[in-house]
């Protein structure tokens, strides 16, 4: 069974830094591009970021761009969101998402369940 | 990046209905259009990719069409189940980008 777990979210401060996982299981690891998509509250879906499967190419959205950095472990089969200079507006459930194939062909097929992250004083 | 756009924003219909969610890309994406179903309080479930393939597991009530820019999904006959919300996303070009969303409703 394929299965995605995120933890790492909780409560900072603007400014603040926080660290998000996500540990596979379930499929080859180390076959997928793996992606953030994160949902700020009652809002829509963004991918924020993501990594090639061997881990030397990375995406960030604009929004992200200079603040976040993805990294994954394919010895550990996990991905990770170092996530500095939180914003108001980075609050938000992360998601970390598998593709079908490559990095976003045939849409994300599996999800976790996502980790809230909340930026607030 | 390229653009998404679905109509309605929201719908209310009766059990048994048809319903038709439909989604427009700012440019040609070919068939690579995914549709999910949120659930509140879970993630984004995949329904049906490139265009009009049902994921395995999914009922057969749901089906998407379309290609280029312009595409639906159809809930054949409406179940208690399917309120959610509902988003489009292509993946024809990075980055992949959604649509803001469909809310179903059952009267």
């Not at chain 1, 069974?1 to 690891?29: D, H, K, N, Y």
């Not at chain 2, 679905?6 to 440019?27: E, F, K, N, W, Y």
């Not at chain 2, 994406?29 to 984004?44: C, E, R, V």
């Amino acid at each position: 069974e394929i299965q995605l777990l995120e933890s790492g979210g909780g409560l900072v401060q603007p400014g603040g830094s926080l660290r998000l996982s996500c540990a596979a299981s379930g499929f080859t690891f180390t076959n997928y591009a793996i992606s953030w998509v994160r949902q700020a509250p009652g809002k829509g879906l963004e991918c924020v970021s993501a990594i090639s499967a061997s881990g030397g190419t990375t995406y960030y959205a604009d929004s992200v761009k200079g603040r976040f950095t993805i990294s994954r472990d394919n010895s550990k089969n996990t991905l990770s969101l170092q996530m500095n200079s939180l914003r108001a507006e980075d609050t938000a459930v992360y998601y970390c998402a598998k593709p079908g194939s490559g990095w976003y062909g045939g849409g994300f097929d599996f999800w976790g369940q996502g980790t809230m992250v909340t930026v607030s004083s | 990046d390229i653009q998404m756009t679905q109509s309605p924003s929201s719908l209310s219909a009766s059990g048994g209905d048809r319903v038709t969610i439909t989604c427009r890309a700012s440019q040609d994406i070919s068939n690579s259009l995914a549709w999910y179903q949120q659930k509140p309080g879970t993630g984004p479930k995949l329904l049906i990719y490139a265009a009009s393939t049902l994921q395995s597991g999914v009922a057969y009530r749901f089906s998407g069409s379309g290609s280029g820019t312009d595409f639906t999904l159809t809930i054949s006959s409406l179940q208690p189940e399917d309120v959610a919300t509902y988003y489009c996303q292509q993946y024809n070009k990075a980055p992949p980008t959604f649509g803001q969303g469909t809310k179903v409703e059952v009267k």
